[in-house]
């Protein structure tokens, strides 16, 4: 089994940073690819980013492109996604996942609360 444990949340003023992190564990854990989600209030949750756990190869929403960046430390079993220029539409709760092939996610973390201030 793989567990995913999100940090880095917070309440941030529009055009400011977070780094969240995302800490992976477990015997098995040699995914094909790792990604953000985010999820608003009354919304349907979307992928943010994704990168691919060997080669590094990333995709992002067109929404966050040039603002947001997702990278990896294999030694450390952690994704990261480091979020520039901040919008109050960005707000909310952000969700690390971790997949073993090219369909579905097979693993989620908890989640992580984003909250943007205008």
């Known amino acids: 089994q793989v567990q995913l444990v999100e940090s880095g949340g917070g309440l941030v003023q529009t055009g400011g940073s977070l780094r969240l992190s995302c800490a992976a564990s477990g015997r098995t854990f040699n995914p094909y690819r790792m990604g953000w989600f985010r999820q608003a209030p009354g919304k349907e949750r979307e992928s943010v980013a994704e990168i691919t756990w060997s080669s590094g190869h990333t995709a992002y929403v067109p929404s966050v492109k040039g603002r947001f960046t997702i990278s990896k430390d294999n030694a450390k079993n952690t994704v990261y996604l480091q979020m520039n220029s901040l919008k109050p539409e960005d707000t909310a709760v952000y969700y690390c996942?971790?997949?073993?092939?090219?369909?579905?996610?097979?693993?989620w973390g908890q989640g992580t609360q984003v909250t943007v201030s205008s």
């Open positions: 996942a971790a997949g073993n092939g090219g369909g579905p996610f097979d693993y």
